[in-house]
Nanobody, 130 residues
């Protein structure tokens, strides 16, 4: 049974940085697509950053491109989201997600819609405020 546990959230001032981590247990993340999503109160869940199964392709939400970076450490079975120059509008619950589909065949392009993933973590709160 796959479990995903996020950590690293918290309160940060505008312009600050945070690194979120998502560690998987009961499952290896090798060759699985991964993603980070967020949901703010009253808003739909949106894909923030996603990576393809081989890690060769990434996709970012326009508003975070250049500020956020998704990465993975397969040896640690962990996914990261480095967030820099945070803005108040980045405030949300951030969740990691995994696509249970495992290649081959592998997908060349990252997908970043909620329906592209079927395992979800509980989420970690990120608050950006002065």
């Amino acid at each position: 049974q796959l479990q995903l546990v996020e950590s690293g959230g918290g309160l940060v001032q505008p312009g600050g940085s945070l690194r979120l981590s998502c560690t998987a247990s009961g499952y290896t993340l090798n060759y699985h697509a991964i993603g980070w999503f967020r949901q703010a109160p009253g808003k739909e869940r949106e894909g923030v950053a996603c990576m393809s199964d081989l890690g060769t392709s990434t996709k970012y939400l326009d508003s975070v491109r250049g500020r956020f970076t998704i990465s993975r450490d397969n040896a640690k079975n962990t996914v990261y989201l480095q967030m820099m120059n945070l803005k108040p509008e980045d405030t949300a619950v951030y969740s990691c997600a995994v696509d249970s589909r495992r290649g081959p065949p592998f997908r060349h392009n990252a997908r970043c819609g909620p329906n592209d993933f079927d395992y979800w973590g509980q989420g970690t709160q990120v608050d950006v405020s002065s």
